[in-house]
Nanobody, 125 residues
Framework: QVQLVESGGGLVQAGGSLRLSCDASGRTFSTYTMGWFRQAPGKEREFVAAISWSGGSTTIYAVSVKGRFTISRDNAKNTVYLQMNSLKPEDTAVYYC?????????????????WGQGTQVTVSS
């Protein structure tokens, strides 16, 4: 069982930055693929970014955030991060952290077994 707790959300002006964190419980964090997803009001939850298990040698991003967002992990701290730069009003959403062991279909949210409660990100214009 893995518990995920997101933090770092808030209100920021367009063009600003935020860093989200997701703290995971358990002693096998390095074996989990970690993903970030988001859900805007009235829309379906969508993929944002993911990082592979172990050293995180593989990272993938949604087209809408590529070049602006960076996902990273610190296995010693059981934490995955999402650095968000050049934020836009359309980035406003609840951001969720997800995890699944040795998972390779990174952008497919159906395969993620564990989910956090989410953190709100609001970008004002």
């Amino acid at each position: 069982q893995v518990q995920l707790v997101e933090s770092g959300g808030g209100l920021v002006q367009a063009g600003g930055s935020l860093r989200l964190s997701c703290d995971a419980s358990g002693r096998t964090f390095s074996t989990y693929t970690m993903g970030w997803f988001r859900q805007a009001p009235g829309k379906e939850r969508e993929f944002v970014a993911a990082i592979s298990w172990s050293g995180g040698s593989t990272t993938i991003y949604a087209v809408s955030v590529k070049g602006r967002f960076t996902i990273s992990r610190d296995n010693a701290k059981n934490t995955v991060y999402l650095q968000m730069n050049s934020l836009k009003p359309e980035d406003t959403a609840v951001y969720y952290c997800a995890a699944s062991r040795y998972y390779s279909d990174y952008a497919n949210q159906k395969g993620y077994r564990y989910w956090g409660q989410g953190t709100q990100v609001t970008v004002s214009s």
